[in-house]
């Protein structure tokens, strides 16, 4: 990477708009003192101190029994269809900086400041790539991201877990994976000491209050309309984990279309819910972009009189596959790829060096061996390729012109400036094997899944047709960094990110320093201030967030998000890693397995392509045991199989 990945913190250049005050962290301290004066006046809401029971989740505060369930209010089975064309003018401003807990502690991150508190908007893609986005050299027009870019900081490190729910149980917790009960997705077997651990649920552990819920207290209007992926059934939703109005699809993933047909044989029903209702048929013109935007758009308008700040999370399944566009979306980049994934991968590696995402002077590295060399596929399987790559692209650009929309309403109701708005893909660019995938529930039911779809080439896109990204592609979506979505490589796990400071006075341009899914409930924690009420909620607990605020950061008051000796670790699958500084351990399993762990130094070696080990024996010793302390700490079972045939 061609930019600076960690710089000393500096107090020179701080641009000060705000008197800041020093709230304390999300959770109070260990042996907090409620006498101390600086604690007065805070104490009154949370004069609970104490950590929660030990085991799963650690790092959580207790909560007082509960009156009264949180969740959506019902409001019908209907989904947003009618787009708003008339707004009223609303002054926007920062808000007040107020403190978020009970306790503070010298240092504490300062919170927002201002007449009016910021909305929170938090848009997340499905499976983006790092470089599929005009911001990051991708030849796919998104004009309305690129334009969020230009007034917002945009993150060359961060990151994610490596898959799907494991970072969005991350997102509405701010706790690691393990400790919020994805630690394997549901989808995926679990060894039989893992079966029947919080850790390993397989959807959001029931103790945990969300983000959302967090919100809801302090004064905030909640909406959710996308993708949600943490958990069926009776208080698993999000209209029971606080969000005041959601439309979600439950599952991972589903039909963009209104003919609801699932993603693979345990699943055939695409599963969408209103505000926590069955939706047993949607509009004849649906398309999932469309829909879950027009959706955050009329919650947004609904209730923006009533004179609260609004917390949206706006999920999209796109690009997700099934590659799925509208009709007039179908030939978009028709030709555009024909040339192949091997001659994308040389254009982006060159835009890349133009836009200093890649050292100038890096050469291109070796095109994966695993993979087949274009030349290698017949004409046929190379038409069926160029076109699945049209239709990704063509995805990803509707979905740019949805986020687009939303923007423009935001402008027009006075909004935009007030919001703080951040934009993620929740892992890395995917290159799935769907049937490998609907093979593990056996060869009957994944013959009898697969009669749903037509895979013809002129179905391609269509609705009842099933297209998935394939390898080939990825190199290029992903580049430099090493392989991609379900492993703890780069690859998998750092993924493109923008967050736009309200006002006009936070951080812009590009920035290398380190921050990831965990930072962002303790950001918009800060931002929202301290509960404005107190709901009783038995045996549910505040989680701690594992990661720190960013506000100093977008408010340009650090020049960092975190300390040099920050530590995050990640597992999934077995594949593991772990970080600090720019220093990185990494040990995948199959079908990459590495035969030991494998020490890489970022800032020299973004792609991760010369280990370490052997050179730095001290620095592998170092980080080993930062990896076992990460995996006590949070709850990690490596998996114990029976023999083979028991």
């Known amino acids: 990477m061609a930019d600076s990945r960690r710089r ?5 250049d701080v641009r000060r708009h705000t008197e800041l005050a020093h709230p304390p962290p999300a959770v109070p301290p260990a042996g907090c003192n409620h006498n101390n004066p600086q604690h007065a006046g805070a104490g009154r809401a949370r004069s609970r101190c104490a950590q929660a029971a030990s085991g799963p989740p650690p790092h959580a505060q207790s909560h007082p029994p509960e009156s009264g369930k949180g969740g959506g209010r019902a409001r019908g089975d209907s989904i947003v269809k009618k787009r708003l064309s008339r707004y009223v003018l609303a002054c926007a401003a920062l808000a007040a900086g107020l403190a978020i807990t009970a306790c503070s502690t010298p240092g504490s991150a300062p919170q927002a400041s201002s007449a009016k508190r ?4 938090l848009i997340v893609a499905d499976d983006l790539g790092f470089n599929d986005l005009g911001i990051t050299g991708g030849e796919i027009r998104t004009p309305n991201l690129d334009a969020l870019a230009q007034t917002s900081v945009f993150m060359t490190d961060f990151h994610s877990a490596p898959t799907c729910s494991p970072t969005r149980s991350m997102l509405m917790t701010g706790v690691d994976n393990h400790q919020a009960g994805l630690g394997e997705m549901a989808e995926r077997k679990k060894a039989p000491n893992q079966a029947d651990q919080p850790g390993y649920a397989g959807h959001l552990d029931a103790r945990l209050m969300t983000i959302a819920e967090q919100m809801q207290d302090r004064g905030y209007n909640t909406y959710m309309a996308g993708k949600w992926h943490l958990g069926k059934g009776e208080g698993r939703e999000p209209a029971s984990k606080g969000f005041d109005d959601s439309f979600v699809l439950l599952q991972g993933g589903g039909s963009h279309f209104a003919n609801m047909l699932g993603y693979q044989p345990i699943e055939p029903v ?20 469309t829909a879950v935007t027009d959706r955050m ?22 690009p997700h596959w099934p590659l799925q566009v509208p ?16 001659a994308l991968w040389r254009e982006r590696h060159a835009r890349l060096q133009r836009l200093g995402l890649v050292a100038a002077d890096a050469p291109l590295p070796p095109f994966p061996s695993h993979l087949k060399k274009w030349n290698e596929l017949t004409p046929e399987q190379r038409r069926i390729e160029a076109r699945t790559m049209e239709l990704y692209a063509a ?6 012109e949805q986020i687009g929309r939303l923007f423009a309403r935001l402008k027009a109701i006075g909004e935009y400036d007030n919001t703080l708005i951040v934009f993620m893909s929740d892992n890395g660019a995917d290159a799935d094997n769907v049937r490998g995938i609907w093979a593990r529930y056996g060869e009957d039911k994944a013959k009898a899944f697969e009669q749903k779809f037509d895979f013809s080439y002129g179905n391609m896109g269509r609705p009842g047709s099933f297209v998935v990204m394939t390898p080939g592609w990825t190199p290029a979506r992903a580049m430099p960094a090493r392989l991609h979505k379900g492993f703890t490589s780069e690859g998998g796990i750092r993924v493109p990110a923008m967050i736009k400071y309200p006002g006009k006075d936070g951080r812009t341009g590009r920035d290398g320093a380190f921050a990831s899914v965990l930072d962002l409930p303790a950001t918009f924690l800060a931002v929202a201030g301290e509960p404005q009420r107190q709901v009783e909620r038995p045996g549910r607990i505040v989680p701690q967030p594992l990661g720190k605020s960013m506000l100093p950061f977008l408010q340009r008051h650090t020049a960092t998000v975190h300390d040099a000796d920050y530590v995050m670790g990640w597992e999934l699958a077995q594949h593991k890693a772990v970080r600090k500084g720019d220093w990185k351990l990494l040990r995948l399993d199959a079908p990459f397995k590495t035969a030991d762990w494998q020490l890489f130094d970022l800032a020299k070696d973004p ?14 010793r170092e980080m080993i045991a930062a990896y076992q302390q990460y995996a006590a700490r949070v709850g990690v079972i490596d998996p114990v199989w029976p023999p083979a045939g028991k």
């Not at 000393?8 to 020179?12: A, Q, S, V």
């Not at 995805?395 to 740019?400: A, G, I, K, Q, S």
């Not at 280990?611 to 001290?618: I, K, R, W, Y």
């Open 297 to 318: 758009l009329g919650a947004i308008e609904r209730n923006r009189g009533n004179g609260k700040p609004f917390f949206g999370y706006l999920a999209y399944t796109a």
């Open 607 to 620: 792609g991760e392509t010369r280990d370490l080990a052997a050179e730095q024996p001290e620095k592998l």
């Open 8 to 12: 000393r913190c500096c107090t020179k």
């Open 395 to 400: 995805m990803v650009e509707h979905m740019d």
């Open 270 to 289: 695409a599963d969408w819910r209103d505000n926590g209702k069955a939706v047993t048929r949607l509009p004849d013109d649906f398309f999932s972009s």
């Open 327 to 342: 009709d007039a979306w179908l030939d978009r980049y028709k030709g555009r790829y024909d040339a192949g994934y091997e």
């Open 118 to 121: 910021p909305n929170v908007l």
